[in-house]
């Protein structure tokens, strides 16, 4: 019986790309999670519940032109919760980038993210971002709210290239 389940371990592991790299983000501290409006180059709603009550969305940031190589644009992940009471809500930081190529809802909580990004020797290089945030939507249910509250919290995503 131990046979078998290692020939099964084997095979479930024999279909993972060894070349991904995962990554956890924690939520930004509540001081950065601020992006002044005027930088806000795009923002687009990954996901929401039928009630369009809490929401997950992409945000791209204007890094501002550079004459090196650098990236153009700083890409967050935002999740609210709105409550007829309080509100909820996160952020977290996914990186610098050239460029946002698409995205697409590949289920409950997790997107799939293209990008051109800062590669190897500085070069900008294509990325697919697999982004989970399953433990935000757990994390938000198990929140103790006060009445009239509007809690900042933290939670964890995880990226997976």
């Known amino acids: 019986m131990l046979h078998a389940a290692a020939i099964v371990l ?11 790299l995962t990554r956890e983000i924690v939520s930004l501290p ?25 929401t997950v969305r992409l945000v791209s940031a204007y890094l501002g032109k550079s004459s090196d190589m650098s990236p153009r644009y700083m890409l ?22 050239w460029e946002l190529r698409s995205t697409q809802k590949l289920d409950k909580g997790i997107y799939k993210i293209q990008v051109v ?30 009445e009239f509250d509007d809690p900042y919290f933290s939670s964890k995503i995880k990226v997976t290239e």
């Open 76 to 97: 967050y992940i935002t999740y609210f919760h709105g409550g007829e009471i309080n509100n909820s809500k996160t952020a977290f930081e996914l990186g610098p980038i």
């Open 30 to 54: 509540k001081e950065s999670a601020r992006i002044d409006v005027y930088r806000v180059a795009d923002s687009i709603i990954l996901g929401e519940n039928k009630q369009k009550d809490i």
């Open 117 to 146: 990004k800062l590669g190897k020797h500085a070069n900008p290089e294509e990325a697919s971002w697999i982004v989970d945030t399953v433990q935000v939507f757990t994390d938000d249910r198990v929140l103790k709210k006060e």
């Open 10 to 20: 084997v095979l479930a592991f024999s279909n993972v790309d060894a070349s991904a």
